[in-house]
Each structure stands twice: as C-alpha cells, then as structure tokens.
C-alpha cells in the first residue's frame, strides 16, 4: 500500500513538474525583456532618455509599468525603465488594447498547454480512477 501513496504522489507532481520544465524552455527568463517584447509586438516604439533631462523625465512615470498619459492633449501610453535600459516605450490606445489582447491569447494558449500537457501525461491516464 505505501508504493501506491507513492504513486499517486507521483502522479499528482509529475505534470506541474513537466509544466515547470516546458515553462522554462525558451522563453526569456528576465522579467523586464519579456515587458519589452510584449510591449513591441503590440506596436509600441522603443525610445531613448538619452540626455539627464530626458531619464529624470521618465524617472519620474511608475517604471516598468504601463501607464497612461496625455502628453500635449493627446492620449499616450508610456512604459519606462530609467534605472537600466535609461529607455521608454510609447504607445497608441491601439497599441495598448493589443498589449492587452496579446496577453490574453497568450494565457489562453498557456492554459490549453497545460491542459495537453495533464491529458497526454502516461502516468496521468494509466491509473484507473473509478
């Protein structure tokens, strides 16, 4: 009887292991350059505080969060990282709504990974539940 406790501990961690693993694979490990990916595949422009005034400019907007701002009566979206890249990304509404768009077909696609990867795992379907 203690094999099978050990089994279905088995059974139980083995697809948050292979999740853990897969998650791994591939994509960036830094926090910030996956900001910065995002960010530009939603159409966002890379800008660079490349004077003092400009990174105590963006020194003072939340970093690394977007934010919305109306820079000369005009809706902006800003993302800035005056500590290490000394850079901001700016972007449209539009820009902004497909940040956001992207990030939900990406956790969509991550949830139906992990939904493959529990159903397709052997130890997951070799044990009779009932």
């Not at 099978?4 to 948050?16: E, F, H, S, T, Y």
């Not at 900001?35 to 800008?47: R, T």
Request: some cysteine; hydrophobic content about 40%.
């Amino acid at each position: 009887m203690e094999w099978l406790k050990q089994i279905r501990i088995l059974v139980i961690l083995a697809p948050g292991l292979i999740l853990a693993l897969a998650g791994c694979s591939g994509a960036p490990a830094n926090k910030t350059l996956q900001a910065e990916e995002a960010l530009v595949a939603a159409g966002f422009q890379l800008k660079m505080a490349d004077t003092p005034v400009k990174v105590e400019r963006i020194s003072r907007i939340p970093q690394k969060k977007v934010v919305r701002a109306m820079i000369k009566d005009r809706e902006v979206y800003l993302w800035a990282d005056a500590a290490v890249c000394r850079c901001y990304y700016k972007g449209t509404r539009q820009n902004y709504e497909q940040l956001l768009q992207n990030q939900r077909e990406e956790k969509a696609d991550q949830h139906a990974y992990w939904y493959e990867a529990q159903h397709d795992d052997p130890l997951w379907l070799s044990h009779d539940w009932e």
